[in-house]
């Protein structure tokens, strides 16, 4: 089973009529891992504190609604983390947050995870924002020291970060517990403290060394890379699609690529290192195919396992 910890929350999205209406849509990075490994049809189960009110509610409706199992949801009367998102003309997001005293960021270490959880995705503001963050974090720690394959993918939103320094020594602290690390080519930059542009390549392989079996890239539309436990650099084109935006894109890239870790046996931060070029591509293809349906339709929305069936056929 793959645990995916932090938290859901209410994106508020241009309606695209033009007179300003927001639309609530569900959200935030680690609920919508879930959904997509959910989605794809492999055992997933969501760690956080939703709330009681109606948002939080719907947020619990859709995890089982996409085969997301409750058993480490916890819930509370605090309100749901809302974010407002603002789109580019080529379908970027950018997001404002109203996060004083939500529900996610109360959560309680749940203790030892159960004994079928084989694998733990964390990321984004659970990382960040605290009681909530120390509590992930303690997680993170003693789950790895447990043999679990660990994930990371920061989704940096330097908005809620006051000391980008603190932050950023804080990342470095996580990597030797951390078996996959899966980064977009903006956060690896912003990680590293380079100007746009720059090459984060270096960067990478210096993170790997110190603790993760492999490293995921999204490149945006330049499409994904991995460097692999040999050190090589792999990399795969995008799919060419229409896009409506990119909300969730890289949420998809992370649990597309824990469900084929999942559905391959290798669900492990040894096997992980193990995989090859060949079985590196085929991980990378199954996730861009998995975000481009994603970035199609609004909001994030990430696919079903038939829809990628239908996709190959």
Do not use: C
Request: charged content about 20%; proline content about 6%; aromatic content about 6%.
């Amino acid at each position: 089973m793959i645990v995916v910890a932090g938290e859901g929350l209410v994106d508020l999205v241009p309606s695209g009529t033009g007179d300003g209406a927001l639309l609530p849509r569900l959200g935030g990075g680690p609920y919508n891992v879930a959904i997509a490994a959910g989605r794809l049809g492999v055992p997933v189960s969501f760690l956080s504190r939703i709330s009681t009110d109606a948002f939080g509610d719907a947020l619990v409706e859709r995890l089982t609604e996409s085969g997301v199992g409750l058993g480490l949801v916890q819930r509370g009367p605090e309100p749901t983390t809302l974010a407002v998102v603002t789109l580019a003309a080529d379908g970027s997001a950018r997001y404002g947050f109203y996060v004083e005293g939500t529900a996610d960021r109360l959560v309680a270490d749940p203790g030892p995870l159960p004994a079928e959880a084989a694998a733990l995705s964390f990321g984004t503001l659970s990382m960040v924002l605290e009681p909530g963050a120390s509590a992930y974090e303690s997680v993170l720690r003693r789950e790895s020291a447990r043999g679990l394959l660990t994930a990371l993918d920061p989704n940096v939103r330097p908005v809620l970060i006051p000391d980008a320094e603190a932050y950023r020594k804080r990342f470095q602290t996580w990597l030797p517990h951390v078996g996959l690390l899966k980064v977009s080519v903006e956060d690896a930059r912003w990680l590293a403290g380079l100007d746009e542009d720059a090459d984060v390549l270096p960067h990478l392989r210096a993170w790997q060394q110190a603790g993760p079996a492999a490293i995921v890239l999204t490149r945006g539309g330049e499409g994904l890379a991995a460097l692999t436990g040999q050190g090589e650099l792999v990399e795969v084109p995008p799919v060419r699609v229409t896009v409506a935006d990119t909300i969730g894109a890289g949420d998809t890239v992370q649990g597309a690529v824990l469900a084929w870790l999942h559905q391959h046996g290798a669900l492990s931060a040894r096997a992980v290192r193990e995989l090859n070029a060949e079985q590196w591509r085929a991980a990378l293809a199954y996730a861009g195919a998995a975000a481009a349906i994603t970035v199609s339709r609004a909001g994030a929305e990430p696919p079903y396992a038939a829809e990628l069936v239908r996709g190959e056929a």
